[in-house]
Protein backbone atom coordinates (compact mmCIF):
# COMPACT_ATOMS: atom_id res chain seq x y z
CA UNK A 1 0.00 0.00 0.00
CA UNK A 2 1.05 3.63 -0.29
CA UNK A 3 1.73 5.36 2.62
CA UNK A 4 1.11 9.03 3.17
CA UNK A 5 3.15 11.20 5.83
CA UNK A 6 2.20 14.49 6.55
CA UNK A 7 3.78 17.14 8.22
CA UNK A 8 3.41 19.36 10.78
CA UNK A 9 1.10 16.87 12.58
CA UNK A 10 -0.21 20.33 14.01
CA UNK A 11 0.58 24.19 13.41
CA UNK A 12 -0.55 26.99 15.56
CA UNK A 13 -1.85 30.23 13.60
CA UNK A 14 -3.46 33.48 13.82
CA UNK A 15 -6.12 34.57 11.49
CA UNK A 16 -4.51 36.21 8.06
CA UNK A 17 -1.65 34.02 8.65
CA UNK A 18 -0.05 32.17 5.63
CA UNK A 19 -0.49 28.02 6.42
CA UNK A 20 1.39 25.77 4.45
CA UNK A 21 0.79 21.74 5.03
CA UNK A 22 2.80 19.18 3.04
CA UNK A 23 2.23 15.39 2.32
CA UNK A 24 4.68 12.62 1.11
CA UNK A 25 3.58 9.15 -0.84
CA UNK A 26 5.61 6.56 -0.37
CA UNK A 27 5.88 6.14 -3.67
CA UNK A 28 4.84 8.34 -7.04
CA UNK A 29 1.23 9.02 -7.43
CA UNK A 30 1.29 11.64 -10.24
CA UNK A 31 -1.42 14.62 -9.34
CA UNK A 32 -4.17 11.60 -7.57
CA UNK A 33 -4.31 13.51 -5.00
CA UNK A 34 -7.33 15.30 -2.43
CA UNK A 35 -7.39 17.32 0.37
CA UNK A 36 -10.01 17.23 2.47
CA UNK A 37 -10.77 19.65 5.95
CA UNK A 38 -12.58 18.08 9.12
CA UNK A 39 -14.19 19.90 11.68
CA UNK A 40 -15.19 18.00 15.35
CA UNK A 41 -18.02 16.04 14.87
CA UNK A 42 -18.28 16.82 10.94
CA UNK A 43 -17.53 14.65 7.77
CA UNK A 44 -14.72 15.77 5.65
CA UNK A 45 -15.42 18.15 2.68
CA UNK A 46 -13.37 17.57 -0.40
CA UNK A 47 -11.08 20.69 -0.73
CA UNK A 48 -8.90 20.36 -3.12
CA UNK A 49 -8.43 17.24 -5.97
CA UNK A 50 -6.28 16.14 -8.38
CA UNK A 51 -3.72 17.60 -6.57
CA UNK A 52 -4.17 21.64 -7.78
CA UNK A 53 -8.46 21.66 -9.00
CA UNK A 54 -10.24 23.37 -6.55
CA UNK A 55 -13.34 21.77 -5.64
CA UNK A 56 -16.50 23.69 -6.63
CA UNK A 57 -17.54 26.03 -3.67
CA UNK A 58 -14.10 26.35 -1.94
CA UNK A 59 -12.65 29.31 -1.15
CA UNK A 60 -9.58 30.88 -3.56
CA UNK A 61 -7.44 31.36 -0.16
CA UNK A 62 -7.19 27.39 -0.68
CA UNK A 63 -4.64 26.03 -3.17
CA UNK A 64 -2.65 23.03 -3.83
CA UNK A 65 0.20 22.02 -5.66
CA UNK A 66 2.22 19.08 -6.29
CA UNK A 67 2.95 15.88 -8.47
CA UNK A 68 4.87 12.58 -8.16
CA UNK A 69 5.89 12.08 -4.25
CA UNK A 70 5.64 15.48 -2.55
CA UNK A 71 2.61 17.79 -2.27
CA UNK A 72 1.20 20.85 -0.37
CA UNK A 73 -1.68 22.47 0.89
CA UNK A 74 -1.84 26.25 0.97
CA UNK A 75 -4.21 28.78 3.09
CA UNK A 76 -3.23 32.01 1.89
CA UNK A 77 -4.97 34.53 4.64
CA UNK A 78 -6.38 31.80 7.73
CA UNK A 79 -9.90 32.92 8.66
CA UNK A 80 -11.57 31.71 12.01
CA UNK A 81 -13.58 29.08 9.86
CA UNK A 82 -10.47 27.54 8.75
CA UNK A 83 -9.52 26.12 11.95
CA UNK A 84 -9.78 21.82 11.74
CA UNK A 85 -7.88 19.10 10.79
CA UNK A 86 -6.89 18.64 7.26
CA UNK A 87 -5.94 15.08 5.44
CA UNK A 88 -4.18 14.45 2.64
CA UNK A 89 -5.13 11.02 0.42
CA UNK A 90 -3.97 9.21 -2.36
CA UNK A 91 -6.21 8.25 -5.32
CA UNK A 92 -3.68 6.61 -7.33
CA UNK A 93 -4.50 3.13 -6.58
CA UNK A 94 -7.69 0.98 -6.10
CA UNK A 95 -7.00 1.11 -2.30
CA UNK A 96 -6.74 4.58 -1.35
CA UNK A 97 -4.99 5.65 1.82
CA UNK A 98 -5.30 9.00 3.93
CA UNK A 99 -1.99 10.92 5.51
CA UNK A 100 -2.45 10.92 9.31
CA UNK A 101 -4.12 14.58 9.43
CA UNK A 102 -2.49 18.35 10.11
CA UNK A 103 -4.56 20.28 12.91
CA UNK A 104 -4.73 24.12 12.20
CA UNK A 105 -5.29 25.24 15.92
CA UNK A 106 -5.42 28.97 17.00
CA UNK A 107 -2.31 30.69 18.08
CA UNK B 1 -31.99 16.41 -1.47
CA UNK B 2 -28.76 14.53 -2.32
CA UNK B 3 -27.91 13.13 0.74
CA UNK B 4 -26.15 9.87 1.90
CA UNK B 5 -27.84 8.78 5.92
CA UNK B 6 -25.86 5.70 7.04
CA UNK B 7 -27.54 3.34 9.87
CA UNK B 8 -27.02 0.71 11.77
CA UNK B 9 -24.28 0.89 14.19
CA UNK B 10 -24.42 0.10 18.04
CA UNK B 11 -22.53 -1.76 20.74
CA UNK B 12 -21.54 -5.32 19.60
CA UNK B 13 -19.03 -7.69 21.46
CA UNK B 14 -15.44 -9.06 20.00
CA UNK B 15 -15.87 -11.77 17.69
CA UNK B 16 -19.45 -10.08 16.88
CA UNK B 17 -21.06 -9.69 13.46
CA UNK B 18 -22.64 -6.23 12.24
CA UNK B 19 -24.51 -4.87 8.83
CA UNK B 20 -24.43 -1.00 8.18
CA UNK B 21 -26.27 0.53 5.76
CA UNK B 22 -25.71 4.01 3.56
CA UNK B 23 -29.35 5.24 2.00
CA UNK B 24 -28.56 7.42 -0.93
CA UNK B 25 -30.82 9.90 -2.44
CA UNK B 26 -30.10 12.91 -4.89
CA UNK B 27 -27.82 11.03 -7.26
CA UNK B 28 -27.74 8.08 -9.91
CA UNK B 29 -26.69 5.47 -7.08
CA UNK B 30 -26.69 2.71 -9.54
CA UNK B 31 -23.56 4.58 -11.52
CA UNK B 32 -21.74 5.38 -8.33
CA UNK B 33 -18.51 3.70 -7.00
CA UNK B 34 -19.73 3.90 -3.56
CA UNK B 35 -17.02 3.34 -0.20
CA UNK B 36 -16.98 2.97 3.15
CA UNK B 37 -14.37 5.02 5.47
CA UNK B 38 -13.84 4.84 8.77
CA UNK B 39 -12.57 6.96 12.09
CA UNK B 40 -12.15 5.58 15.63
CA UNK B 41 -12.44 8.13 18.25
CA UNK B 42 -9.80 10.72 18.25
CA UNK B 43 -7.74 9.23 15.11
CA UNK B 44 -7.59 10.14 11.51
CA UNK B 45 -9.36 8.50 8.21
CA UNK B 46 -9.09 4.68 7.14
CA UNK B 47 -10.28 3.78 3.67
CA UNK B 48 -12.61 0.22 4.37
CA UNK B 49 -13.42 -0.65 0.75
CA UNK B 50 -15.09 -0.12 -2.06
CA UNK B 51 -17.71 -0.98 -4.23
CA UNK B 52 -18.00 -0.77 -8.27
CA UNK B 53 -21.15 -0.02 -10.36
CA UNK B 54 -23.00 -3.41 -11.48
CA UNK B 55 -22.16 -1.36 -15.32
CA UNK B 56 -18.29 -1.65 -14.32
CA UNK B 57 -18.68 -4.71 -12.97
CA UNK B 58 -19.58 -4.81 -9.85
CA UNK B 59 -16.63 -5.95 -7.92
CA UNK B 60 -14.78 -4.37 -4.58
CA UNK B 61 -11.76 -3.79 -3.11
CA UNK B 62 -11.23 -3.48 0.62
CA UNK B 63 -7.88 -2.17 2.52
CA UNK B 64 -5.65 -4.76 3.81
CA UNK B 65 -7.16 -5.32 7.94
CA UNK B 66 -10.38 -5.75 6.48
CA UNK B 67 -9.78 -8.25 3.73
CA UNK B 68 -11.55 -11.35 5.05
CA UNK B 69 -13.85 -9.65 7.21
CA UNK B 70 -15.61 -7.48 6.11
CA UNK B 71 -17.99 -7.53 2.98
CA UNK B 72 -19.62 -4.57 0.81
CA UNK B 73 -22.08 -4.98 -1.66
CA UNK B 74 -25.29 -2.67 -3.06
CA UNK B 75 -28.61 -2.93 -3.83
CA UNK B 76 -29.69 -0.32 -6.79
CA UNK B 77 -33.23 -1.03 -6.55
CA UNK B 78 -33.36 0.57 -2.75
CA UNK B 79 -30.62 3.11 -3.27
CA UNK B 80 -28.66 1.32 -0.59
CA UNK B 81 -25.28 0.49 0.13
CA UNK B 82 -24.12 -2.05 2.61
CA UNK B 83 -21.10 -3.36 5.03
CA UNK B 84 -21.10 -6.83 6.37
CA UNK B 85 -18.41 -6.37 9.52
CA UNK B 86 -18.10 -10.53 11.05
CA UNK B 87 -15.23 -11.26 13.40
CA UNK B 88 -14.90 -7.69 14.53
CA UNK B 89 -12.27 -6.66 17.21
CA UNK B 90 -12.04 -3.78 19.99
CA UNK B 91 -9.67 -2.28 17.06
CA UNK B 92 -13.15 -1.39 15.00
CA UNK B 93 -14.55 0.58 16.72
CA UNK B 94 -15.16 4.11 14.65
CA UNK B 95 -17.57 6.43 13.09
CA UNK B 96 -18.32 4.51 9.78
CA UNK B 97 -18.78 6.54 6.70
CA UNK B 98 -20.13 6.02 3.46
CA UNK B 99 -18.79 8.41 0.37
CA UNK B 100 -18.93 8.58 -2.84
CA UNK B 101 -16.85 10.74 -5.94
CA UNK B 102 -19.85 12.35 -7.92
CA UNK B 103 -17.05 13.81 -10.07
CA UNK B 104 -16.70 10.83 -11.93
CA UNK B 105 -13.20 9.82 -10.74
CA UNK B 106 -12.39 7.14 -8.26
CA UNK B 107 -10.86 8.68 -4.96
CA UNK B 108 -12.39 12.45 -4.71
CA UNK B 109 -15.04 11.90 -2.08
CA UNK B 110 -17.41 14.97 -2.64
CA UNK B 111 -20.20 13.82 -0.89
CA UNK B 112 -20.10 11.97 2.62
CA UNK B 113 -23.06 10.74 4.76
CA UNK B 114 -22.90 11.92 8.84
CA UNK B 115 -21.54 8.78 10.22
CA UNK B 116 -22.92 5.73 12.26
CA UNK B 117 -20.56 4.62 15.66
CA UNK B 118 -19.78 0.97 16.19
CA UNK B 119 -18.54 -0.09 19.76
CA UNK B 120 -16.87 -3.36 19.37
CA UNK B 121 -17.06 -3.87 23.90
CA UNK B 122 -17.41 -6.69 26.20
Known amino acids: DIQMTQSPSSVSASVGDRVTITCRASQGISSWLAWYQQKPGKAPKLLIYAASSLQSGVPSRFSGSGSGTDFTLTISSLQPEDFATYYC?????????FGQGTKVEIK | EVQLVESGGGLVKPGGSLRLSCAAS????????MSWVRQAPGKGLEWVGR??????????DYAAPMKGRFTISRDDSENTLYLQMTSLKTEDTAVYYC?????????????WGRGTLVTVSS
Open chain 2, 51 to 60: INSKTDGGTT
Open chain 2, 26 to 33: GFTFNIAW
Open chain 1, 89 to 97: QQANSFTLT
Open chain 2, 99 to 111: ATDRLGIFGYFDL
